[in-house]
């Protein structure tokens, strides 16, 4: 891969002797609105995709996540009206709505891997599960709870697309109540992210420009 085709400057990359390829996606990864219309995602890529946004971390691994896909035409079209008419989900093809859970629902399966692991004690298992069930039984927790865990699988999600030369784009443009209720979310569940995915129509616009490091990084306090 040349130096054009990932994107990245001279300046960008000076002090690296060779980028590894986890930062040359980071690095690289856009949210595309240039989708190829007429090449579907395949299943396998697709199930490929979900398998990379669970492997990201979550609070005592409890994976409080569910992943709503949407490629049916019909369906789609009703997304696109969800999502205030943007065209690109259409053209991706795939919708996919990132769900949070706002209870510890997984906790009982976790909490039992934690003991069979030998990395909790059943007592340390049963008390920490019992902290953490509490802990998000309060409203703002547990909404809190669900978009912080998901949103980072979205983010895994979106690099794996990119890593396998993929376009994806996170979206919360979209109407939140209107789109649980056409995906039949639960009402414990929270949308989190809806990503268009699909194979890419080609180049993408310029990246806008980043706030610099001197200006968002704060040392020892705010
Ligand atoms: C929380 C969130 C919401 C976003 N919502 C939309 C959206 O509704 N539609 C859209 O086209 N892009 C959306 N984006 C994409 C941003 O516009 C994009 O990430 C930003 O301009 C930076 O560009 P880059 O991702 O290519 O680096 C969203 C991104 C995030 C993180």
Redesign the pocket.
Known sequence: MTLQQTGLDESTIAHDEEIPEAIRAIRT?????NFDADTELDDETLEALIRDAALAPSSYNLQPWEFVAVQDDDRLEEVVEL?YG?E?VREAGTAVLVVGHTEAETADRVFDQWEEAGRMDEEAAEQTKAQTVEMYDDDRMGRDYGVRNASLAAQNLLLSAHARGLTA??????DAAGLSEFLELPDDKVPV??IAVGPSGGE?PD??PRRDVDEILHRESY
């Not at 990864?29 to 609105?33: A, E, L, P, W």
């Not at 784009?169 to 979209?174: A, D, E, Q, S, V």
């Open positions: 990864r856009r949210s595309g609105h999502a943007q690109h784009t996170p979206m919360i443009g979209f992210m809806l993408e990246r806008l």
